[in-house]
């Protein structure tokens, strides 16, 4: 791509990549463009057609299905169980659900690991039934084959750095990169990542200072989740950004609403109108 046709703002007729109410789906050239473009946008996971769909009316560029789906969707303690089944259902819900954003599907935890034939058979499934424009997988030099093999293929890579949460096992939920040694590591990652043909880079929980510099050092964007305010996008976990989400919530999550409260009010008023015979009234009633 020149450097004049990055600049320019995506072609849906809007200015910018947030905010666009245009029809036609953003591409991984109007994410690259905002970069150049210095423009610092917002991402958001999804897992149904309907929260997708009033995120994609909101301008969110970018939706993620991602394996946190494990978390706050399905009931499992980790991301670890996701399945490919799961994967493609609910990526094909969201993708229903939205116009206009770039829907990018995470490889879930065992669909990617054996090597770049098997990343590409799911890969593959993910963007033919479930329509997904790009996929998302993580580790750094683990994966460069995959990674490479999925570009190859025509299949855009978002590729995830820092705490990667299935490797929980191993890794634990632990602030990485904190020593020189770890943040080398990344950085070296974070190149190669862009060098194999990754459009994006999820970077988690990394010190603000580290996550900083591999913004500066890679030409493709780098979206942040408790990564500091410097990268060139943010992402967070709906259910946890719209207060949904039961129990502990990340300290670098920040709550935007507190659907929880909001819906179990109004189940509880459900309930007391039909406990008391008040629902349904005469205008909901046929005769
Ligand atoms: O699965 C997910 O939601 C993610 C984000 C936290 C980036 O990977």
Known sequence: MTLQAAQKPPADGTKTLYGGKGSRRLSVHDIAAAKTRGEKWPMLTAYDAMTASVFDEAGIPVILVGDSMGNCHLGYDTTVPVTMDEMALLSAAVVRGTRRALVVGDLPFGSYQEGPVQALRSATRLVKEAGVQAVKLEGGERSL????????????????LGLTPQSVNTMGYRVQGRSDEAAHKLLRDAKAAQDAGAFALVLELVPAELAAEVTRSLHIPVIGIGA???????????TDMAGLTGGKVPRFSKQYAN????LGDAARAFAEDVAGGSFPAEEHTFH
């Open 259 to 262: 659907l929880r409260e909001t």
């Open 228 to 238: 500091g305010p410097d990268t060139d996008a943010q992402v967070l976990v709906w």
């Open 145 to 160: 084959p995959q990674t490479e093999m999925l570009v190859q293929a025509g299949i855009p890579v978002m590729s995830h």
